[in-house]
């Protein structure tokens, strides 16, 4: 229907030519195939990735180009005199999502760098940040319940993982089991988790890695495009709408601009067996960003909101040590709390906003970049737990947070092979608390700053570098007799990072790091001072707690056929954490309170080894068919004690088959897939010697089967996208060890969701 | 041009700097409002005695200071009309929670537990709204000469409707703990 073919006087004797490459490694695309639909044409990229169509008559064209490792890509094109295209090819999943062979690029990383985008994260929208963040080999979630989920990263969370939304460091309340990262993923063309070299540009603190949450560049070509998004989930009722819209002036090409938003609303929570009450929640998120780009210097300003309500499984609420013994002891909830189908939120529930604003500036000096970053961000949190009157409309726990970074940053062009940079980074931090104690008010402020360089030659590359950070600390808590208890701190965190790629051949490549980071305590550790109420223990601090320090060294193995029918990924690693902060039993010492004596806990050092290891492999064995395997084995030793660290997500395996239909006249990129997900049981948790630590010992291993099936079709020259899925399509009844709720629910049975998108 | 841009860059670095690092914490009251720190037995002797009150007593709330504990100390074969009365003392007066549970009496309800040989027998527990018990006041009666333990426990109920029935047990999974404290007793 897109011919346009009025051309008969006119000689057709046009050239359409291209040049295929990938949009990340820059590798040129061999045996990419170009045609276009309306000549039927076909033709195969050269081994320099160019294709040439000659004698095409003047006109409207749609060029499809496919590639066995990427995602379709379509242009139209109108073709009035002899044209050329450049064209970048997105990855798919194909390539295993996550094995990203980096070439010559820049200032790029090419170190430890696990992506999820393209098709894999279209197939997560709608779910949580660290659900989608889960796909990754390597990475799990720390759970309370279905709607709460923090993400893992090699057995580590909260503190000791970085969250960079949108180039600044995401400032919460993220040191809590419960408190989940404020990110709309809408926001993300891309989720990356990086280590070593490149996280000293964020911090000296990142032990367990550092995730980037990765807007798409605003747009760069005039004009406008939209995309909407829209998700529904049977189990819970769920619904998802999210739609962006971005512009390209066309009188004022230096002005770009996108406005996002997102509405989210998810009822009760059903398991195979029953439903819990109260296990709704709604998520209310903007972002506004515009730039202005010119050839020296272009700066954006980027403002986002996020809100979200989460209802808690109201039949979770535990007074003492003795009800959670007995919810341990009870097969299921009381019917009480059971049953509900609404989207109602009740108490106990969270509220939590956040709202970031950021300005960044580039600009060039001859080949030198010069960056300058200024955010605030605010983030206010409030905990709303069941109360005995009903007329209390307070939350019980409310906490606010504002953080000014400011961060410059100056790269310098390529020279004898380095490039590098250096940067500096400011941090003011106001924390205070209504209610409940759980962490002081403080005022804190750190300074740090950083340089790396990376070398490459033949089939070398060298990447190393340095950074130091100071926190200054300074606490107050509030007494009820309008006393205060004050502290002060101040810690000094170094961190450096080697990293060595040797590319054997075109398929083989290997990499190690060795990485030092630092970890100053967060205030929770030293002054932590009540009763936590989901797992029955009284938490105390310790102020003379020191920072912890961790030697983390990996080795990489990376293989790919030529003929890419099978590649394959190997990370070994062992962190090794002096100083280790953690929760110690004291089981001598049980804190007698009006509820009863709850056992104690205090935060203590140890050293700790975190060693493991993450494969993953693609096989193809036929054209249309991919076979991805993952596995990924930790083992976390507490070293003093010699016994193992409570709460690490047990090994796992997940074996994915895509079958990948032909591209119709009308329909793309379709394909349907079934994945078999294995968790094991976490036999290895620590023993009742040195005090009890859990009550409940890890549940059995489960296995999961998930389903997709998507299509993408052209309706009036308009690609949409339709698809759907299934999590737990057995319906199986489970519940997982890093799931606080795991003491009191089964986890949600089957979900089926459908998903649309529309690109206009 | 470019030294200008630079400039304004740094102006605003340093700026935010500074206004913020001038920032004073502000110093606000706490009010946390669920806080119990106080439960005090009132025991009225019926045919008349001296009425005796026997408390538990953590006045800072959980943890710092440990709490203090009174022994219920009562007269062999007797009967006492017995009140219970729950305070928040780190507030300023002391905040009656009792008139809270009596508010929401239908999501509470106190159980009295002597321990066998205690010689002592709790009943007449008054009712909520629903004719199921709420326990604010009670009778005890006690035997001959004895010393043992009484649990008094404070359930909540947390779900809507709580659901709260007269057959519910104290361990009931319907509820959870607000209160629970072991007294010394002794029947003398």
Redesign the interface.
Known sequence: MAIVNNTITQPCNYILSGHVEDVDTKEKLVAASASIKETGKQIITNEKGDFVFTTLCAGEYTLIITHVSCDTVVKKIILTKNFHIDILMPHTRKVLGDVIVDAQKGIANTGYKKELSGRALEETKGLSLAEALSKINGVTMLQTGSTISKPVIHGLHSNRILTINNGVRQEGQQWGNEHAPEIDPFIADKLIVIKGVDELRYGSDAIGGVILVEPKPLRNKPGFAAEINSAYFTNNRQYVFSGVYEEQLKKQPAFRYRVQGTYKRGANIATPNYRLNNTGSEENNFSISAGWKKEKCNTELFYSHFATKVGIFNGSHIGNLTDLLNAIAAPKPNDVFLGQNTYQIQRPYQDVTHDLLKSKTVFYNGEHKFTVLLAGQFNHRKEFDIVRSSTNKNPQLDLSIYTITEDLSWEHPKKNNFIGIGGLSLMQQDNSYNGRYFIPNYFAYSFGGYYIEKWNKHQWELQAGLRYDNKNINTTRLKFNSDTINYDFNFSTFASSFNAIYKLTDNWRLNTNISLTSRAPYVNELLSDGIHHGTATYEKGDITLKPEHSINISAGINYQHPSKIFSIDVLLYSNNINNFIYQQPMPNNPVLTIAGAFPLMEYKQTNAVLSGFDISALIKPLPALDWVSKFSFLYARNKKLNDWLILMPANRLSNEVIYHLKDGEKIINTYLSAEMQNVMQQKNVPSDINGKQDYKAPPSAYTLINMNASATLQVYKTPVTISVGVRNLLNIVYRDYLNSMRYFTDEMGRNISARLKIQL | M?KQ??KI??G??FF??FI??C?K??????????V??T?KLTFVPVGGDNTLTYQ?K?P?????T??TQDEIVLKPSKTYNVTVQLLNE???PAEN?TT??A??AD??RFYYEPAVGSNIVVSGLDNDGNDVPLGITSTWTTGTVATGKVVVTLR????????KAVGDLV????S??????EFKIKVQ
């Open positions: 470019k841009f630079m860059a740094l605003i670095f935010s700097a913020t690092s920032k914490n502000k110093i606000e009251e706490p009010n946390e409002d669920e119990i720190t439960m538990f953590d800072d709330g959980a943890g710092g440990a709490p780190t507030k300023t929670v809270e549970v508010k929401e999501a509470h909540h109920y947390g779900g809507t409707p709580p659901g361990n009931s999974s319907k959870s703990t607000d209160i629970a404290v």
